[in-house]
């Protein structure tokens, strides 16, 4: 109890994955129906399926235990071995994911991008033919783009860059793990931004408060192939409607609620821009991004100090932090994230 007390004295910022289930979460998982989803299929599992596929607006869709794995399928699934994936030079996929070509057997390369959007002529570029060029499989998008403070990106860029794509031959992937917050911040349903993909990734586990799990949706061809990779993996688990019943929870009723994330980092970051020697972002999501170059400590440093203050964010590059806001951020956890950052900013000044 103790414990429990003390946590909930912290404001964690540092990320929305640290989101816990709700209440009706927990209610959908004592009551989900179960089978083995390793062996003739588990129902609960294919109700959220078929459910993130309509939302989607692709003809299937498979439950992962990660985006990390969905990513990871929608590559194995779209690009042969010793062809190129094409992603955002500073995305998820191109920064975090590139790894996996050890596994998948593809070259990645990052095309340099504004906001998360990708310079056109460099995608063409890349995507072009040349006597040493290799062809390319798969071109990943990010939406809303984690390293760019959670912009969305526009709806024309992503119809260009389907277009160049597919007029390449190649496949075109949607890492969604934010998509919910893009299409909240856009004001149109998910399946109006995935129309242009052949393929798209959503984690469950971020700001929509699911213990884990995300899904990856395509076509009924692709998403079967995906399967397949998935048991290849050792992805396929049992009776894993326990974590899908709280998956289908998430898609179905947790989405509306993250324009309250979007107006609480506003909110942080306007105030957060009045103390001396801070800038941040303006976002359009759930990320803040604050500058702390001016004030003449590191990220690093700022993290420690918050961090004694009961307020935890996470350094992001060397003068830069990042937090996050999700459900357990109220107006209070807002009020105390910033007494923190004026308290800290004030020592600088005095220093
Ligand atoms: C844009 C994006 N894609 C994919 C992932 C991977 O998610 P996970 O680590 O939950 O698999 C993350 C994680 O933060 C992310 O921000």
Redesign the pocket.
């Known amino acids: 109890m103790a414990d429990a007390s003390a946590e909930r004295r912290v404001v964690d910022l540092r990320?929305d994955?640290v989101t816990r289930p709700t209440p009706q979460m927990y209610e959908r998982i004592a009551s989900a129906p179960l089978g083995d989803d390793g062996l003739d299929g588990d129902p609960t599992a294919i109700e959220l399926e078929s459910a993130a596929a309509h939302i989607l607006g692709k003809e299937a869709a498979l439950y992962v235990p990660?985006?990390?794995?969905a990513?990871l399928l929608a590559i194995l699934t779209q690009a042969e071995r010793q062809e190129l994936v094409l992603a955002e030079a500073a995305s998820?996929i191109y920064v975090t994911e590139r790894g996996a070509a050890t596994l998948t057997g593809t070259f990645y390369e990052g095309i340099a991008g504004v906001d998360g959007a990708m310079d056109m002529d460099a995608l063409k570029e890349a995507l072009g033919p040349g006597r040493n060029k290799l062809r390319t499989g798969v071109v990943c998008m990010?939406t809303s783009h984690?390293n760019a403070g959670g912009a969305v990106l526009p709806l024309a860029h992503m119809q260009a860059v389907f277009e160049a794509s597919k007029g390449a031959g190649a496949a075109v992937h949607l890492?969604g793990?934010?998509l919910m917050n893009a299409a909240v911040a856009l004001g149109v349903p998910a399946a109006h931004i995935t129309a242009c993909t052949d393929t798209v990734s959503l984690?469950l586990?971020?700001g929509l408060s699911a213990p884990m799990g995300?899904v990856l949706a395509g076509s009924a061809e692709t998403v079967q192939r995906a399967r397949w990779f998935r048991k290849l993996l050792g992805g396929s688990q049992r009776q894993v409607g326990i974590a899908a019943a709280a998956g289908w929870v998430a898609i179905t009723s947790m989405v509306e609620r993250l324009a309250d994330d979007h107006a609480g980092a506003r909110r942080l970051a306007q105030e957060i821009g009045r103390i001396q020697g801070l800038a941040a972002n303006d976002p359009q999501t759930n990320i803040v991004q604050v500058d702390v170059t001016l004030t003449g400590l590191s990220a690093v440093q700022w993290e420690s100090r918050l961090r004694e203050l009961g307020v935890l964010v996470r350094p992001w590059g060397k003068h830069r932090l990042r937090c996050v806001t999700h459900r357990h951020v109220g107006e209070r956890e807002i009020d105390v994230a910033l007494e923190a950052f004026r308290s800290v900013a004030a020592a600088c000044v005095a220093s």
Request: glycine share 0%; aromatic share 0%.
């Open positions: 990320s994955t990660s985006a990390r794995m990513n998820h990010e984690n890492d793990a934010r984690c586990s971020k995300a």
